[in-house]
């Protein structure tokens, strides 16, 4: 079946874009989780939507204009929280409802079918075009060069901010490339996800990570095969059964969660099972 | 080695929600003095060493710290008050160690300080498992590592036993053989100011009293923090 699949440019151009999308977030998913970054994903998905809308309004592309949102609150994330003048959950509660605001003034004056925008919003892998397969090589590219050139400083960041920024590590500044990444992936998986299902992809690779692995390497590897794995599932199932990949997807991944978390009760248990026999 | 104070705070006043939090008309301590730093809760020892690090912002006066404004120097090593990271992290204490240097690859300086702090055989451990008091030798272990020539101690002694404490204490005081290195501590523990520090501040919202812990009596106590008894009922 798969070598069915691969006969189709279509498909094989969402396989491409989703496995780049997955090691991306995979990269970058424990860093979100350990930052507890999730609602900062969302929001700038959010805003995203409200590029795309203000965009297809205007007759320009959906994916410039949710580039243009989810860069500029990422920019604005950055240089507005800095050093705790406000939180960030409080910002992006503040600046969000704006950008989605824009979004759906522009849909409600925009009169013809907008299909584009609910395969923005929810995933078509149909819609993948070389040129979106370009800007999420591009976006993965930029994401694996950063986690590796800054591999460090954002452990140490993540670890203990203050601490860090102690110790000479320019925290504002790798704060505002993580989020610029983000916005990156954030974009780039609009068309496999869709930006209302993004946050999965963003955080439950990481989360499920989180649960076993016990160096950043360990998580690393593991959040990206899991980020992998759950697409690669994921959007053969959307195929077969032919159901909105992003959805498809979005399950595969909260499902590995869930096996993972009983995964880890179980071995728990025998732990202390182990501890009790040889006390 | 250029000839200049450890730190020095000249006219310093910090203002939180509209009110005076910390005034110091003047401050010099000399390169390679222990500094003992008392006084209530909320008198502002922890924002001074805050400010000492460039992690609070100064509203009048002026900071050195190692000749250099707030924040600049890297030699100075730093322990926050009862500092805490997510559990989840998944790196192991030799890890979380040596994140705040640039030569990892010198082990025998981290072993020995390691060793000294009770942490060598629980170097490869997570360090989400240690306990309260493991992880703040931890924390002091990754503020030595730096090789400081400032060290900014907030509270060092909490949850740490006296075994422990007294081991940190002692390295602290071989390395300052070896090289120059000024400790400022902030502490509660009375013990420790007299039987180590070199000097003692009273902040009480403003620094009430510089001096040597000799000349720290119960009157002088009084005065700077305005309790009476407070050094008997520490003291032993």
Sequence with gaps: MLAEWLEFAFLRRALAAGLLVALAAGLLSPFIVLRRMAFAGHGLAHAAFGGAALFLLLGGGVVAGGSLFALLLAVLLAFWTRRGRISEDSAIGIIVPGAMAIGVIALALRKTYTQDLFGFLFGNILSVLPGDLAYVGAVTAAVVVAMIAFSRGFVSTTFHEELARVEGWPVDRLRGLFLVLVAGVVVASMKIVGIVLVSALLVVPGATALLFARSFAGVRIASIAIGIGSVLVGMFLSVVIDLPSGAVIALVLVVAYAIGRILEAVLAGRAGGAARSTG | ?236
């Design chain 2, 1 to 236: 080695m250029p000839n200049h104070a450890a730190i020095e705070a000249r006219g310093l006043r910090i203002a939180r929600g509209g009110g005076t939090i910390l005034e110091i008309e003047e401050l010099a301590v000399a390169p390679g003095r222990i500094v003992g730093i008392l006084g209530p809760n909320g008198g502002g020892k922890t924002t001074l060493l805050r400010v000492l690090v460039g992690l609070e912002p100064i509203d009048e006066g002026s900071v050195r710290v190692l000749g250099e404004p707030p924040g600049k120097s890297r030699a100075v090593g730093y322990l926050p008050q009862a500092p805490t990271f997510d559990p989840r992290f998944p790196a192991r204490v030799r890890e979380v160690v040596t994140l705040g240097i640039r030569d990892r690859g010198n082990g025998g300086k981290v072993d020995r300080i390691l060793r000294a702090l009770g942490l060598l055989d629980l170097a490869a451990k997570p360090a989400g498992l240690l306990s309260g008091g493991q992880k703040q030798r931890m924390f002091l272990a990754r503020a030595l590592v730096r090789e400081p020539r400032l060290l900014l101690l907030d509270e060092p002694t909490l949850g740490v036993d006296a075994n422990t404490l007294d081991s940190f204490l002692h390295l602290v005081l071989e390395i300052r053989e070896e090289r120059e290195l000024t400790v400022v501590i902030v502490t509660h523990d009375f013990s420790v100011v007299t039987e180590h520090a070199d000097q003692v501040a009273c902040l009480a919202g403003k620094l009430n009293w510089f001096g040597s812990p000799s000349d720290l009596d119960e009157g002088r106590l009084t005065e700077a923090f305005g309790v009476h008894n407070l050094f008997l009922r520490h003291r032993h």
